[in-house]
């Protein structure tokens, strides 16, 4: 609890010091097992060579239940499915045309002129709070095919966006508390529990309210946003209900403004503590078109993304649930019922590991 303000720190200082995993006995209130790890022979084990072993679980689906039945929570055939039909629509010409157009639009005539209006007044902002609602602006026209302007010079309140921060903030207190001191809060509406409830009831209204909206433009002329298309290929197929689009739409609505909004905002943090990359950088980006060949320009810039990405991942850590027992590349048992934790943050941090990792992922094109 003392390092709790470190958390992530905290557990690289840790994971260092025990040759990056070690197992951890859950207090008297949660009496769960931890297998705690950041050693890539044994992420690379759970999620590529035997993923189909390590389910997230039902605890994880209760931790994170108001994503209701959406890929963050699926596991077996469930997650396969989501995940074909979501990559099926998104390899869409028109669709991706309209990403391409949502975000072009968004940035000249919304993040751009606000940034602008911002140094010529000399005021201070909090930057990451601009970002996630660019990337919130962006996602809610992505996915829902609305602009909800909540990037504007007045900085106003949205309450979809407030409820979706409200949420996030109470599941990341389900993770560090033991799962009967919340469920016992969530039971008597207690607290962050209380705020997760209320939450849910906005979230659930703005998405009702956009499925109709969304069903309605189908009837007429459809859409291009991804609910649109998920309605016209369930019209083509089998209907899909409403509870399925409202887990779909959440899931997407996290996956896509929260990651990005906090990618951007680590990039320009350390572009501004490191002025020897930003001027790399600001080099790359004013060099002429024409001197450059289509599909290989910014390679500093991508290489520079990817670096951020590695020191400071949008997800730190994933966590899995062992379903058989067997034996993990470091050596260790794990039984079932065992809870396992990755630390991505920490893999960074582990001598020999970060260096490998992200040049291979620029190798490989991120």
């Known amino acids: 609890m003392a390092n709790l303000h470190r958390l992530h720190d905290f557990g690289t200082e840790l994971l260092g010091a025990t040759g990056c995993t070690f197992v951890l006995d859950g207090s008297w209130l949660s009496r769960t097992k931890y297998f705690i790890t950041c050693d890539p022979a044994n992420i690379n084990h759970v999620f590529n060579a035997n993923f189909h072993t390590f389910p997230k679980g039902p605890d994880f689906s ?16 469930s997650w396969r499915s989501q995940r074909r039909k979501a990559q099926l629509l998104m390899v869409q010409p028109r669709f991706r045309a309209y990403v391409k157009r949502c975000c072009r639009e968004k940035v000249e005539n919304g993040l751009l002129p606000l940034l602008r209006r911002i140094s010529e007044e000399g005021r201070t902002v909090d930057l990451q709070d601009v970002f996630l609602r660019l990337t919130f602006d962006i996602t809610c026209n992505l996915v829902f095919g609305v602009d909800p302007v ?114 951007l905002s680590w990039f320009f943090y350390l572009l501004c503590k490191n002025p020897r990359v930003e001027a790399k950088v600001l080099d790359e980006v004013r060099k002429p078109k024409e001197t450059t060949a289509k599909g290989k320009e910014l390679v500093y810039l991508h290489a520079a993304l990817c670096e951020s990405l590695r020191l400071y991942p949008p997800v730190p850590f994933e966590s899995k649930e062992v379903a058989t027992a067997e034996k993990m590349p470091s050596g260790e048992m794990v039984e079932p019922g065992m809870h396992i934790l990755f630390s991505i943050y920490s893999m960074a941090r582990m001598e020999g590991y970060g260096e490998k990792i992200a040049s291979s992922s620029c190798r490989r094109g991120g």
Not at 218 to 245: M, P, R, W
């Open 62 to 77: 209760e931790m994170f239940d108001i994503l209701g039945d959406g890929i963050f929570n699926a596991d077996d055939e």
């Open 150 to 263: 909540s990037l504007s010079p007045e900085f106003p309140t949205v309450p979809f966006a407030k409820a979706m921060d409200d949420a996030m903030v109470a599941i990341l207190h389900r993770n560090i508390m033991p799962p009967s001191c919340w469920k016992l809060m969530r039971r008597f509406m207690l607290g962050r529990e209380r705020s997760l409830a209320n939450a849910w009831i906005v979230i659930d209204q703005f998405v009702q309210e956009n499925i109709a909206k969304s069903k309605g433009r189908f009837i007429s002329d459809g859409g291009d946003d991804l609910l649109s298309a998920y309605i016209q290929d369930s019209a083509a197929t089998v209907n899909s209900s409403d509870k399925f689009l409202r887990d779909m739409t959440v899931n997407m609505m996290l996956a896509g403004r929260d990651t990005t909004g906090s990618a």
